[in-house]
């Protein structure tokens, strides 16, 4: 059973940083590629980056590329987020999410396990 827990949301003004964390309680973390999602108000969700079990492969959103960095520790059962140069568009609840059975898709139906989101809001 996977069961996800994000946490590191907070206000930031544009420009600044923030890093978001991820945390499965059980004991089959390396077993799922992780991904990031986010959804701002009035919109769909969509991706926002994802990693692959070991870490090997991320891949990224292009409107965040360059600006936000995924992370993984598969020791601490945690994946993160590294959110810099933010802006107001960045503007949303962010998601993580598990998925067994690929690399670390950027399609929101291949995930099977999700956390219950948590606030970013950047202010201009």
């Known amino acids: 059973q996977v069961q996800l827990v994000e946490s590191g949301g907070r206000l930031v003004q544009a420009g600044g940083s923030l890093r978001l964390s991820c945390g499965d309680s059980g004991r089959t973390f390396s077993s799922y590629a992780m991904g990031w999602f986010r959804q701002a108000p009035g919109k769909e969700r969509e991706f926002v980056a994802s990693?692959?079990?070991?870490?090997?492969?991320?891949y990224y959103a292009d409107v965040v590329k360059g600006r936000f960095t995924i992370s993984r520790d598969n020791a601490k059962n945690t994946v993160y987020l590294q959110m810099n140069s933010l802006k107001p568009d960045d503007t949303a609840v962010y998601y993580c999410a598990a998925d067994s059975t690929t690399y670390g898709s950027i399609r929101e139906y291949e995930y099977e396990y999700w956390g219950q989101g948590t606030q970013v809001t950047v202010s201009s």
């Open positions: 990693i692959s079990r070991k870490g090997g492969m991320t």
